[in-house]
């Protein structure tokens, strides 16, 4: 492990909670999962939770950057209509942006919250 200056030790960048949600169009999801850049498109890696009604929630951390995600619902990819930001993929369906500020940036927000 690195020291820093002042004989801290340097543990690299710090991760931030992240909160998402999604609201399915119907009622009839199994299983909902975000995935992304910020877990290497990992499907499956950690389910959402039914947060009643058509609605789920998901937490993760991740480090200060720009990130790429979708929601993996029941073995599909699903669009998100709620979504304000998002970039064309390689199959031509549009990528969420996440956008995790800097320690500096979110200390005025401890949780960001990316509501879809």
């Known amino acids: 492990m690195k020291q820093s200056h002042n004989n801290a030790p340097n543990v690299g960048p710090q991760r931030l909670p992240v909160h998402f949600e999604f609201t399915h169009p119907t009622d009839f ?5 975000v995935v992304g850049t910020f877990d290497h498109w990992k499907s499956g890696a950690k389910a959402s939770l039914p947060a009643g009604g058509v609605r789920w929630w998901e937490e993760t951390a991740a480090t200060p950057g720009v990130y790429e995600h979708r929601h993996f619902v029941d073995g599909h990819w699903m669009p998100d ?6 970039v064309t ?4 369906r549009g990528n969420l942006i996440l956008k995790v500020p800097a320690l500096s940036e979110a200390a005025f927000s401890p949780n960001l919250n990316i509501h879809h």
């Open 89 to 92: 993929n390689s199959f031509e």
């Open 29 to 33: 999801a199994v299983c909902v999962c």
């Open 81 to 86: 209509p709620l979504a304000t930001e998002f």
